[in-house]
């Protein structure tokens, strides 16, 4: 019988509608914490570094959704992680999403950067 197999989460339109929205509210977040940080330090928001850090949250906000869709999270942890990354800023969370593939990896990041193995 020619059954159908079923599809892998990652081939259906539902699963990337469900990323680009979370990619969305990644940059919104990321617009606003960049405003926020900006405002703390009494420094003047550009229109080009508001558009970047709202591009560069919603990257981060796309491979939060894809991490958190391997490890089987709802969309409401999805969207909260996602969020959160996003208000932090891309550069602080590519950090955080840097240690977890190394060490995902079984890299050992510290031989790279000219520090004895530990």
Known sequence: MN??????????????????????FAAVGGLIGALLRAMDSSQPMSFTHALVEFFAAGFVGALSSLLCSAWGLSIVWTAFIAGTFGMLGARATVQVMQRFAWTKLGLNRSSQDDEPAK
């Open 3 to 24: 059954e159908i197999p079923p599809q892998q989460p990652f081939e259906t339109v539902s699963f990337w509608v469900r990323i680009a929205a979370v990619a969305v």
